[in-house]
C-alpha cells in the first residue's frame, strides 16, 4: 500500500482571513487533544459513526532542505488530521510455514484503532500539502473540516452583530450594510493525480463545468491565427447545464480519457457530490511532481507524543518529507504565493 502526496487549495472570502482560520483551528487542536485520552479509553463516546476526526496543528520552525532550500519560520502551518475507531479488535492472518490461520486480535486497555494523516498549509498561499493513504481520511474530508469551521465563525459574528444592532437600534440601512461585509466562505481545490481521477469523477452527480489547459493546441492554432500563434498555454472552459439522460456518463468517461493525453498542463472539474456538496479538483499533469511512499516503510515514523505536540510535528520524519517536497522547484511554484 502506498501512501500519496495530494495538494490543495483554499479560496477564503470575508472577513474570516486565513491567520483566523489557523487561531480558530488551534483552538479547536487544543480542546480535541484534551479529550483524546477519554476517546481512547472509552471508544463508545465517539458516537454513532465509530470514527472522529481530531485536527492537531502548530506552526513550522525553520526548515532547510539536503538541497539548500529554505523554508522560513512561520512559512507553513504543520499538523495532522487523526481518524480514531472505536473499533476494539481486528482479524488477522497467521502463519507458521505449516498452516495459516486467521484469529481475532484484540486491543489492549487504553489502545484504540486510528489513521493518520499529516499535512502542511502555506499561510501566505493557503494552499498545501496532504499525505493519504487507503481508508484514512481523505484530503476532500480535512478540507471540509476547516471550511465548516470558517462558516461556523462568520456565522457568530453575524449573530453577534446582529445582537448588537438590536440592542442599540441600528437604521436598517446600517445592519445592511453590516452584514454585507459580514458575508464570506471558503472555497477549495484538490491537485490530485491522473490514477485518482476516474473514481472521482465517478462520484460526481453533477458536473457544472470542466476548464482543460493544452501545452500546445494545434486545431486552435489554425482557427485562430494569428492571435494564437505563439501562446503559454491554451486553455477550454465547457460549461454544462442540467444533464439529460446518459450525458453525465458520457462527460465522466471524457474526463478519464483525458488522462491519456500527453499534452495536458491542467484540467480542473467543477460538480456536485450526493447531499449537493460542491466538489472542485485540479488534475496535476505532471506525473511526478507529488511524491509516493510504500507504507510498510515509512509507518515507524509515525510517532506522536500528545503532551508534548509541538515539538513532536517539528521532528516529525513524515512532515519533514512534506517539507521537504514543498522546497522542490515543481510543488514549491504552486504552493508560494502568485
Known sequence: MKIRMYGFEWQLTGPVKIDDLYGLLRQKSQRQCALLGRMVEDPESIGGKGVTEVICLT??????SPRGSKVRAGD????????????????????DGKKVTLAAQHLGKGQAAADVNFFIVNGASARGLYLHYHQSTWVDTFCRICRDTHGAEIIRRTEAAKELSEKQDWPREKWASERKNLLGNLKYTIMVRPSALPELAKQLTRIKNVTVEFIEDEHSKSKYLPLAANPRRVSHRL???KHKGGELKEIKEGICELVKERVLRKVRVEGMLPGDLEQVFELEGNYDSFGDFLFNEVIDDVQVDFDNLEASLVGSPMIKR??????TESIKNRLEPS
Open 59 to 64: 506552526k513550522n520552525q525553520s526548515f532547510t
Open 76 to 95: 507553513y502551518w504543520i499538523g495532522l488530521i487523526l481518524k480514531i475507531r472505536s473499533i476494539k479488535a481486528f482479524c488477522a492472518l497467521q502463519s
Open 239 to 241: 460549461v454544462y447545464g
Open 322 to 327: 512534506l517539507l521537504e517536497a514543498a522546497c
